[in-house]
């Protein structure tokens, strides 16, 4: 990495912090008043969608256009504007948002940085647990403010592994996954938010995570935190139309890729 790009990414990293916890605020806000929301389906109803979901994105997306005009910037709600830098934002701003409007705190502002199609920041902040995970490429994971480093401790057999499904999968695709994990001595978790539990796999808390088809803006800014923190994941394609379009996501705890990945039983990229 040359030193501009390192000074780029070091500038965009300050911005993304800052919009991750700015963008917290103003959902935690909505989500205190939650049963004014009007509530709207997107694929299906559960797929859903709400104004604190296109607030928060809108808010980021004014910030990273008044500082990084020439940046490219994919979100859930609004879609892809091309830059022209090579760096390329990709947001949720609100990831989770089933749990978010059904008042669970299982839910993140997800804030993610690529460059020339790599995760090289990735910032998600969970109000309601008062957790704020950050990572830049070279720079670290953090877990408010406190380093993150796997050790490798947790497996899939003497820990949870965390297990994301919806709508745009089959349930024999993912009943398979769940059933060659309990084979294997394992066992699931699904809390609605698939970043914030690739984030847990960063702090050690699951051996890993895998969805069968997720969006750039649900896992990018995760796998750049388990990455920084020591972790492993599936490359994610980003080439072309390949970014907007879903991919399956796995992120894994160290030495859990293999095992993950027989029971996932991806395709190869
Ligand atoms: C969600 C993901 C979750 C997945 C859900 C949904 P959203 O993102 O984080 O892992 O299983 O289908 O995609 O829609 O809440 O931002």
Redesign the pocket.
């Known amino acids: 990495m040359n030193d501009m790009t390192a000074a780029g990414i070091e500038a965009r990293y300050e911005l993304a912090a800052g919009m991750a916890r700015d963008g917290g605020v103003v959902a935690l806000e909505y989500f205190h008043n939650r049963a004014s929301l009007a509530i709207e389906s997107k694929r299906d109803p ?4 709400s104004i604190a ?1 296109r607030s928060v994105e809108q808010l980021i997306r004014k910030a990273i256009a008044e500082q990084f005009p020439e940046d490219g910037v994919l979100g ?1 709600e609004y879609g892809l504007e091309a830059g022209t830098s090579g760096f390329t934002w990709v947001i ?9 409007l059904a008042g669970m705190p299982t ?1 993140c502002v ?1 804030v993610g940085v690529l460059y020339e199609g790599e995760p090289v920041i990735g910032v998600i902040n969970a109000p309601c647990l008062g957790e704020h995970y950050a990572a830049a490429k070279g720079q670290g994971a953090s877990l408010n403010g406190e380093r993150l480093l796997l050790t490798g401790a947790i497996t899939p057999k003497n820990a949870l592994t965390g297990i ?5 999968v089959s349930p024999q695709t993912v009943a398979g996954m769940v059933e060659r994990l309990l084979e294997e001595d394992g066992n699931f978790i ?1 809390n ?6 690739i984030a847990y796999v960063a702090a050690g808390r699951l051996s890993g995570y895998m ?1 069968p088809s ?2 750039a ?3 990018l800014a995760g796998y750049c935190i388990v990455a920084e923190a020591g972790g492993s994941h599936r490359p994610f394609p980003t080439d072309g139309d390949r970014l907007t379009a879903g991919a399956p ?1 796995l992120a894994a705890g160290p030495g859990n890729m293999d095992a993950l990945a027989r029971i996932a039983q991806f395709a190869e990229v």
């Open positions: 559960q797929d859903v969608v979901d859930e949720d701003p609100i990831d989770g948002t089933s749990a978010f839910w997800s994301g499904s919806n709508t745009e699904r609605g938010s698939g970043a914030l539990m969805e997720m969006h803006w649900d896992c996501v």
